[in-house]
């Protein structure tokens, strides 16, 4: 191992350097300071070491003749000394037989954390996260559940069992304290926050502190923290843990063009997904990967098979192989509990049962009443929708939803909703009369229109951003509802009679 460069046989060479020194890849791995499925992938060719690492093997190796030598002369034998501090003696010796607590308890993490696991937070990591090695896993359980503490308590167990080191989560920015406090205060896990400020001067994913870290998912995908992130100096992590999993989305268009965010493609890189982007490549990819979320599906087939790509990357290349994924294979890698199926400890439901019904009320009558204004809006939507072309009748019925909605909300915000429709179509028929506005130019804002998303429809609450004090889907609704639908000035004319 005298060549300074990485030669091309390493996963030998490796194999032959612990044979001749009588270490076990375990032995091998706390030397080096490493985790022991960092060894096992070094000898297996899937990860190769980095230049510090190969370094340390190669004063190891340099040392072998000084250990021999000292094996063949041992000199003197050590004497046993009784004039330690006998506090001290006892807490080494309580501290090493605890290290080995793990054989003795399956679930040896319960006893050193101050928390009691509920039911289902047990059967997560007792009965499915510790079974599974590599853990490839989306834990999909409902609000509330503890995924947290979940996450807390795998971390907890795998330590105990030496079968963990190095340790990154990516929530989102608001719960990058959350976490750092929860793993502290309950399990005792002390992990460090790494802010964008850190990637400045120094690279805080190398050094004895790098080991258990947080950084949110927006830092991460920056490009200055990325490249950090990918320099060849940086010992792979065993686990990573995506929170909040189902903003690392990615789209698929109707002409089956696929849409990532950079949140998806920093994912893909960790899970070690082959074929992307050259600038979103890692020289290493996570042995485990847990994806955290509340709502896996959310109502679209494409970005929940996105998610499952990133467990088993070959396997799930395409959304035909997912639908071809058998359930027993599936149930490895994936759980979900409503809050009906929790319960405390002595079976008592965790939360309350839900109820769901569905209440009618009566309409007030007369020429003005509910029930006219009721009537009016839907002739209105009606007729606005029979008019549009048969190219623009999706964009049509974007914009009508959106009147549906103010029109179940309140007559205000249906008041003020025609108010502006009026003023949006005052404007475009002068701009017509004028000539200021070509039939062109009108058709332009239908396509414009048929552009518009529906916030309310594609993103959740925890999706949207805000602007000038406004939420997303306001920004949206108003948008939408100034749209042009008509494709002439008389079509103008007569929509704003009616409003």
């Known amino acids: 191992m005298a060549d300074g460069n990485l030669p091309n046989d390493y996963p030998v060479r490796i194999k032959q350097f612990r044979a001749r020194l009588g270490l076990t890849q375990v032995e091998l791995a706390a030397r080096l300071g490493v985790s ?10 899937q990860t190769s070491p980095s230049p510090l690492a190969w370094s340390q093997l190669q004063r ?14 041992p000199g003197p034998k050590p004497t046993i000394d009784f004039t330690a501090s006998p506090d001290v003696v006892r807490a080494l010796a309580e501290g090493e037989r605890l290290s080995f607590g793990h054989m003795f308890n399956p679930a040896f993490a319960t006893e050193i954390s101050q928390i009691d696991p509920l039911p289902h937070q047990r059967l997560a990591v007792y009965d499915h996260m510790l079974k599974q090695a590599p853990l490839r896993f989306l834990l999909a359980d409902d609000a509330g559940a503890g995924k947290t503490i979940m996450s807390g308590l795998y971390i907890r167990e795998m330590k105990a069992r030496r079968l963990l080191k190095r340790v990154l989560i990516i929530p989102p920015a608001g719960l990058v304290g959350n976490w750092q406090r929860e793993l502290a205060t309950l399990f005792g896990l002390q992990f460090g926050i790494i802010s964008g400020a850190n990637a400045k001067t120094s690279n805080p ?10 950084v949110s998912v927006d830092t991460l ?7 950090r992130l990918k320099e060849a100096a940086v010992v792979p992590y065993d686990l990573v843990i995506f929170d909040e999993a189902h903003k690392l989305s990615a789209n698929r268009d109707r002409d089956l063009h696929v849409n990532k965010t950079e949140r998806y493609k920093l994912a893909e890189a960790v899970a070690g997904v082959s074929g992307t982007e050259k600038d979103w490549t890692l020289p290493w990819a996570a042995h485990h990967l847990l994806l955290l979320t509340a709502t896996p599906h959310q109502g679209k087939d494409y970005p929940y098979y996105a998610l499952w790509r990133l467990l088993e990357p070959e396997v799930l290349s395409t ?7 058998p359930p027993e294979r599936r149930a490895l890698h994936f759980i979900r509990r409503t809050k009906e199926e929790m319960v405390f400890l002595n079976g008592k439901p965790l939360y309350p049962k839900r109820m769901s019904d569905t209440l009618g009320y009566d309409l007030t009558q007369g020429p003005a009443s509910e029930q006219t204004l009721y009537e009016e809006t839907t002739e209105y939507m009606r007729h606005v929708y029979n008019r549009a072309k048969i190219l623009n009748r999706a964009a049509a019925r974007l914009a009508m939803s959106v009147l549906q909605r103010r029109l179940a909300s309140s007559t205000f915000a249906l008041l003020r909703s025609f108010e502006r429709r009026i003023e949006k179509l005052d404007d475009l028929i002068n701009q017509v009369q004028e000539g200021r506005l070509t039939m062109e130019q009108l058709l332009t804002l239908q396509r414009h229109l ?3 998303d529906d916030v309310l429809d594609s993103k959740t609450a925890d999706d949207e951003t805000a602007e000038n004090g406004r939420e997303e889907n306001e920004t949206s609704e108003d948008n939408l509802l100034a749209g042009v ?4 000035l008389g079509d103008l004319i007569a929509e704003r009679e009616q409003v």
């Open 36 to 45: 022991f499925a960092t060894v096992n992938r070094w000898e297996n060719g």
């Open 60 to 73: 190891m190796d340099g040392s072998d003749a000084t250990v021999a030598a000292a094996a063949a002369n």
């Open 205 to 214: 994913f190398i050094g004895p502190g790098s080991d258990c870290v947080i």
């Open 221 to 227: 995908s920056g490009s200055k923290m990325f490249a």
């Open 319 to 325: 959304p035909d192989a997912f639908g071809e994924y």
């Open 450 to 452: 048929a552009e518009e």
């Open 485 to 488: 639908i008509a494709a002439s």
